[in-house]
DNA sequence: ACCATCAGTCAAAGCGCTTTGGATGTCCGC
DNA sequence: GCGGACATCCAAAGCGCTTTGACTGATGGT
């Protein structure tokens, strides 16, 4: 069924048809009744494609999933994100569209993106300190934002991110006030942005209060479960171990605290635990008591606010750049406490 | 740059310009190297949606993720599935789109995807037992292939799968071949066909050790890491509690570990566990020694050879309904031993 | 009674591509 | 030197929609 037959089974044009289901003004409110219940009666909607060439807008969304070969790794908020930017499209008759890509090969993809014309925007994920995305979206004119930031961009754009700086400080902070001196930092990779912010807030918090890091017990990597143990494990093995561990996430923080048990030792009595929680659906911290102390902030709210930026920013191009930053919660739980006194 | 003003750059006619480009015979060497050549200098790619518009084709899958309101969890096995398939789709030039639906208007999004036309097929992720979609589907003539099975639906159709009964049975004989015959099942929700397939298998290994599962030891939910510390808590709680677990799922074993732990007991030595592992990128069991015994099926192979099948079947319909099982390999690791004498 | 206005409708052009059905020129065999 | 075969190219129609510009009656003010 399409409009040329709706039509002439209307007994009417084309034109009035598409006006009727558009909601355009110079059609009688009776006529439109009529077309509408025809077009539901005969199961009609309109073909997405020829609509979209019409009218020059894709009614989609891209997001281009970097898959490094080198880092196999499929981000796990990936899913939460995923969904909270996907209700927001759906609500605004949108749909998403993602491409998985290379990251050798992204400056090709962003161009054909462009020239192909089946999205209207795209999110940009997973930042890295000097993103050269930016600066290619914004000279190929495709409305874009980015999940984060990127610290070595100074050029504007939109962006929605976290305050990784300022989550880390006050987790930092926290562990000081528990009497913690020697504090790990089980970060994310380093040349990733949000990284990068999470070790700045880690390192100037240490600083104010007079400490030095020291270097054997940070470690920065892709954030698996297995690299939170084994990082544990051996700073557990140090002459002089950790009395607390700072960990970029809920993942990473299992392998940690897989590597305390098996130290024989119990999270908050000799060893404080800290994560980033990114309130996945699938893996809460804890519903009443938290396992884990930790800075949480939503991935999936941080999609759908994502979408909703990019939305407006579609709408309206001259909105300008928008920016959004998100504190996280420090969120007590179980995993943390008073630094274990040398007996 | 469009193919009217590419063609008129080089004093040719559209459609020997798309000819040349898309290597029809019918044009000379010599011009399609002259074409290919501007193509590229002037960048050109063409507009995809006046090309499926043209075609018919939309060069591009339909991804339907159901978000139901009632259980709000994103499948944490997405990321990788997701990345496996549009690893297939980016080598074949597709286009992977995703629609997240409410599980109560699915069957109005079906048939508006099929009227949108912007999706040559679809791939149904988490088949209930009674599948609805399927018979929907077939009637629509959009043609999709199913992650997993229904049990109950008899009508052929395409579909890839795990192995689950075979796996789980295999699981349950390896648990009782070392003694154990308390065994607990901690599943995923009973209406998912592939939690009704792996509590088949496990109960029938059981009958036919002439053993009958205790309804205590078995529950069913969505597989969270929460999910698996309490069931294994409150089991761990009996009288006669388990000596071993059957898991449905890595997180859900995570959970089950914890409970474990501050039982005070050790997994493999007080208490067996096996777990099912989809081999997510960012959960791995283990390097060398798994954590984990486990019945292991990569998430991330299937979403590539689904893919694969989807754009067979698109190609050439007729090739008939695609079906594939995957077995699932059970791996040792150090999570199982011998049940404990009653000391 | 007459023109301006306006609500309601329509035919046709256009979005950027593919593809059908020629048209043109070239080369060969006879 | 002529008809066919073949290679190479082209004009135009069509994919399903939106949108421009125009047309028709009815209404109302003077």
Not at 226 to 253: E, K, Q, W
Request: proline share 5%; glycine share 8%; with cysteine.
């Amino acid at each position: 069924m399409n409009l040329k037959e709706l039509s002439r089974h209307l007994n009417l044009s084309q034109t009035t048809v598409s006006r009727a289901l558009n909601g355009y003004p110079e059609v009688s409110e009776k006529t439109r009744k009529r077309v509408r219940e025809a077009a539901e009666a005969l199961n009609y909607s309109p073909n997405a494609r020829a609509k979209s060439l019409a009218t020059g807008r894709a009614h989609a969304i891209g997001h281009v999933i970097p898959i490094s070969t080198k880092h196999e790794m499929v981000n796990p908020i990936f899913g939460d994100f995923v969904a909270g930017a996907g209700d927001t499209y759906a609500r605004a008759g949108y749909e998403m569209v993602l491409s998985l890509v290379d990251d050798s090969r992204e400056e090709d993809l962003y161009r054909q993106i462009r020239a192909r014309g089946n999205v209207d925007g795209v999110v940009i994920h997973g930042p890295r300190m000097a993103e050269d995305r930016i600066p290619l979206l914004s000279e190929l004119q495709l409305p874009f934002v980015v999940h984060g930031r990127a610290s070595e961009v100074n050029t504007p754009y939109s962006w929605l991110d976290t305050n990784n700086t300022r989550a880390f400080a006050r987790a930092t902070r926290f562990l000081l006030d528990l009497g913690h001196r020697r504090i790990a930092l089980i970060n994310g990779l380093e040349h990733m942005d949000f990284a990068f912010r999470r070790r700045e807030g880690f390192l100037s918090t240490l600083r104010e209060a007079g400490l030095t890091a020291d270097p054997a017990l940070m470690r920065s990597s892709e954030m698996t479960e297995i690299y939170g143990y084994r990082s544990a494990r051996d700073m557990l093995a140090h002459d002089t171990p950790p009395t607390a561990f700072l960990v970029a996430s809920m993942i990473t923080a299992l392998g940690v605290r897989r590597a305390v048990h098996e130290a024989g030792l119990e999270m908050g009595r000799d060893v404080s635990v800290i994560t980033h929680d990114d309130d996945l659906s699938y893996l809460k911290n804890g519903h009443d008591v938290p396992i884990f102390t930790a800075t949480r902030s939503s991935v999936r709210d941080a999609g759908a606010r994502l979408a909703e930026m990019l939305l407006d920013l579609i709408r309206d191009p001259g909105c300008g750049p928008l920016t959004e930053l998100m504190e996280a919660e420090l969120i007590i739980g179980s995993s943390t406490g008073p630094a274990p006194t040398k007996a």
